[in-house]
């Protein structure tokens, strides 16, 4: 028993839009524990969507369509599917007299083209759409075989997806393993290094653990499969115990956390405050850490300190210092972190000094070369990050990201 | 000829991420001319992955993958590739030092697992990646057959399309008949207010106009196909103008131009710089500013006033008007933009004060009211603006844009 997921659209072959409802349905086949293995995105044209449907029909028993339910001729799935299994198609009066009495709500009459929208194969069943005038279908053109169809309307397909299909669905035995997932969050270390790590667990079937990477940081979900929720969580709460024991540190946090979010939790069982000077990431690590509803709670503000005489003169950064040293060094990002602090009074200081690129970088401080500083009441420190050239925003992000997790390493240290 | 998409990644399938890439390509194809008829996401899995390799191989001359190419087990795309066509894998020295050299750059030590993605087919060449690890490949199993393959992270799949496979398709003869687009950006009016001025355009043949709308920005884009790229551009020219023409100061730029990059530009036409003083956006607008590779000719930096003790301590806002008007109000960001305007010693000052939400509203200041000031040598002024209880994102983002624009109207007025 699997399903798959035919997208019908030249707009999707054009590029015009995201395919949102191709993952939106891969969630719930996900929760619903629908096995799923294929997607196929195809323009309207009815050779090549028959031909979509052939090579899905051989090897899935729930084929979900979206798109192409319109009144315009270029909307042709319904008539293409009909074709396609030897079935004439048949208008449903009940459907004219809803497109026609929900036109007439909204002080419009009923084309002539909105009658092809009544039009389904014999045999099939109406999927009722409540807020929209296109229906969908449900047919059974063989024993093993559903076919579901929707508009491409986000909203409308979704809307007739939970209450429609979901319901019709577990009625006919589909969705009685639901697939329960959690991601767990890592920074400071490789894909390649946790791999070698926690690769034996990669093999494991029920929950299954596989890894992500994205800017710096890497993910592993683990994803179980079973008959309630509970008993999900129950198979994959000793597979997360074991990883974060291996990975130590390294893990940072789950599923909706994110290093600002776990370091402003961190402050606030210390009650302590935080401030934050920068200058190459220009506003970036206060724009995340204030990303976090509740953040004022902990962080007081900072000051982007972006060109040299900011760093001097509202931050008191000796000039000798960026003269000798340059402002790019581990003094600077020292004497940041203090001035900030003292500045705003705050427990701690976080700062941010780089060369982000593309330009600005020599032998001596390429492109990525990235001092962050800390500082609380017994002074400062600061640490030489190599990030690389891999460009602008990748060096800003990887920057901010990267002295979340200086600041939260020391205060689990201090814990 | 004709091409088509394989994304490979259970991530897909799971629903975890929304497959960008395939709109990318899909774009690309539309503007090299290259027919595209049909996309397929299928897991890590090789079995499946043959099916939809054979199935591909059978109707398409060019067959792009993304994704699977990473250094962990369940990366299986170019083995699996190889495997289908009976080819063996031959590691290349040249990656594996470039791995390595990459790695010793941000002062890690490669592992075994990366030795794995040295790997390709006898015969095929490396599809090289300047920004990560993972390179693709460039292979003709068949003389009919061109495959492509790029890792799954977007930034590096499109860095290596623009790079390497372009220029490569160019050269094989693909993309002869062009479509060249481009975008006019405009903020300050909506969708359905342009969209009546110029609704007219939307029935063009070629150029085509069509219009988006994200973020409070609209976009209209005029795409024109012809023989040669400045044959397009001489169909796209005229409508451009009439375009602009009609939509007056609401139009602010073109294509890569954004906000910050063309109130950039006019600073440094009239030699101006600026600062920032920033509360709910937390750092947002500076972010924004310094994403600008050559900011710091104009942007000096900001204040990030989050906690009203930094707006009465640092930018020298009254108590009194915190504590009678509120944080939120004209007087305080009068004086914000002021504040920072002199302690940072630049032409311009802008600030913003707001509430971003989710919680924080009342009936007097709801979610979404924000407070932009404008400060320069003559005095501050400063404007309401009403968000709406869009989400905090939304309110912070569409607050940072409205300030530039803000300043951008202000420079164009005093040209």
Redesign the interface.
Known sequence: MNAEIISVGTE?????????N?????????ELGIP????????D?PD?LK??IR?ASD?ANLIVFTGGLGPTPDDLTTETIADFFSTPLIEKAEVVEDIAAKFAQRGRKMTDNNHKQALIPEGAEILYNAIGSAPGMIWQPRSDLTILTFPGVPTEMKYMWHEVAVPYLRQQGWGKEI?V?RTLRFWGI????L??KV?TF?DSQNPTV?????YGEVKL?I?AKSSSEPAAQDLIAPVEQQLREIAGIDYYGADEDSLASVVGELLKGHRSTLS?A?S????????????V????EY?????????N??KE??LGVDPTAIATQGAVSAIVAEQMAMGVRS???TTWGISITGVA???GGTEEKPV?LVYIGLANAEGAVSQRY???D?????V?QVSACSALDRLRRKLLSNA
């Open positions: 999707l072959l054009l590029g015009n839009i995201l395919n949102s191709a993952q939106f349905l891969a969630q719930q086949f996900a799923h293995y294929f997607q196929t995105v195809v323009g044209n090549r031909q979509a090579i090897r697939i997932s490789s894909e390649s290094a791999a070698e690769g990669f596989a890894p992500y990477a994205n979900r994803s934050v920068e190459c990431t220009g506003g970036g690590l206060g724009q995340m850490l204030t990303r509803s509740g953040s004022s962080f007081w503000g900072g000051i982007i300190s972006y060109d005489s900011v003169n509202l500045r705003l009074n690129g593309p330009g990525g190599r990030f690389g891999r460009g602008r925003d990748w800003r």
